[in-house]
């Protein structure tokens, strides 16, 4: 019961509900008025839905509705001028006026009952995974309003995740989005979920495609910091080779100096996996970017704030500013001195600690 209009990105819950009203109204008048037979006055009846349907499948909800408005106004003022006038076709009139203001009805009331259930915890959460990627203006809007509602959400959103990966297929475009949500809340029983993912589901011990592990191994350590370190480095020890570049990229995520000097003394493993004639897009600039806020990073949040999400195509788009400005580039090839890279990140975040405990 979910519909997102192409052009301008606005998510309608109930619209598919209402289009079916339209046409099973349009079939009862073609059955038993025949308007196209008896004359213009009483194509009116056919006609108008017509024009409300045809607004209704092709613009936005606003103007839908306002249209949905019209068709009641002109209903009503059909209604007043036969009484008014006190024609004796009221009569002939009472079956298409009857199934006008029945279909106007159940309109409202699936307006009310739809919309209320996509606006609850359970809708929000469906809407999320069914939105294509190519819409991340509303996959955002959806689980704004989630991260919202804070911890409350945490367990039906838990208990959703747990059932999306018990799948034999898993869409990569759930898991994520959910995770997404949980980083974001970052509430001690979010992070719990997020690290028993990490710990317990995320299998990188061949060379199969592993978007969604991608992800939800970089937004455990934007959530967990430090605190995620020896669960990535399990999972870094138990790593295919070709896949260990996700939990090293996610370790840098996490500021921890320890993290990010063992991922300093593995830069060339990282560097030959872009040279490899395979590399999936999004993970090469996973990689770039991730050695890029490494070279060019002059603070802790500058590690978490590399976009990337945006190649892998999962409908995320989060906020990446940085304080120091730096200049994403998901084809950044520049060079890296480890040595100094290991004095010039010891220095930045020992004096964020000592920032910390002032």
């Not at 009221?90 to 298409?96: A, D, E, G, M, V």
């Not at 606006?119 to 990627?133: D, K, W």
């Not at 592993?210 to 999972?235: H, I, N, S």
């Not at 030959?272 to 999004?282: D, E, I, W």
Request: charged share 20%; hydrophobic share 45%; with cysteine.
């Amino acid at each position: 019961m979910n519909c997102v209009n192409s052009v301008t990105d606005v998510h309608t819950p109930f619209l598919n509900s209402l289009i079916g009203v339209f046409f099973g109204w349009l079939m009862i008048m073609l059955i038993f008025n025949r308007p196209l037979t008896k004359g213009t006055k009483r194509f009116f009846y056919f006609g108008v839905p017509i024009f409300a349907l045809g607004f209704l499948v092709i613009i936005p909800l606003g103007v839908g509705l306002a249209v949905l408005f019209c068709w009641f106004i002109y209903l009503l003022c059909r209604i007043l001028l036969i009484l008014f006038k006190k024609e004796e076709t009221i009569r002939k009139n009472l079956i298409p006026f009857g199934v006008n203001a029945l279909a106007l009805t159940v309109s409202f009331i699936l307006i009310f009952v739809t919309t209320t259930q996509a606006n609850s915890t359970p809708g929000l959460i469906r809407s999320m995974g069914s939105v294509s990627p190519f819409y991340p203006g509303t996959v955002h809007s959806v689980m704004s309003r989630l991260i919202q509602r804070g911890p409350e959400v945490v367990e039906p959103l838990s208990e959703t995740l747990d059932k999306t990966l018990d799948r034999d297929y898993i869409s990569p475009f759930l898991p994520t989005r959910i995770a997404y949500c949980l980083s974001e809340i970052g509430s001690p029983q979010a992070e719990a979920v997020l690290k028993q993912v990490v710990a317990e589901e995320i299998d990188l011990s061949d060379d199969k495609n592993t978007k969604w592990e991608a992800a939800v191994c970089c937004l455990y350590a934007d959530c967990a910091g430090p605190r995620a370190v020896p669960v990535l480095q399990t999972l870094l020890e138990r790593s295919d080779e070709k896949q260990q570049f996700i939990p090293l990229c996610a370790l840098v995520r996490t500021g921890d100096l320890s993290a990010i000097n063992s991922v300093l003394d593995q830069v060339d493993d990282l560097q030959k996996q872009l040279k490899q004639p395979f590399t999936n897009r999004g993970y090469a600039a996973m990689i770039r970017l991730t050695l890029q806020a490494l070279a060019e990073g002059q603070s802790p949040e500058d590690l978490k704030a590399s976009p990337i999400y945006h190649r892998m195509l999962l409908g995320l788009r989060p906020d990446h500013r940085t304080q120091t400005g730096i200049v994403w580039n998901q084809l950044w090839d520049g060079e890296l001195d480890i040595s100094v890279l290991q004095d010039h990140w010891s220095q930045i975040l020992k004096q964020s600690v000592e920032n910390d405990a002032e």
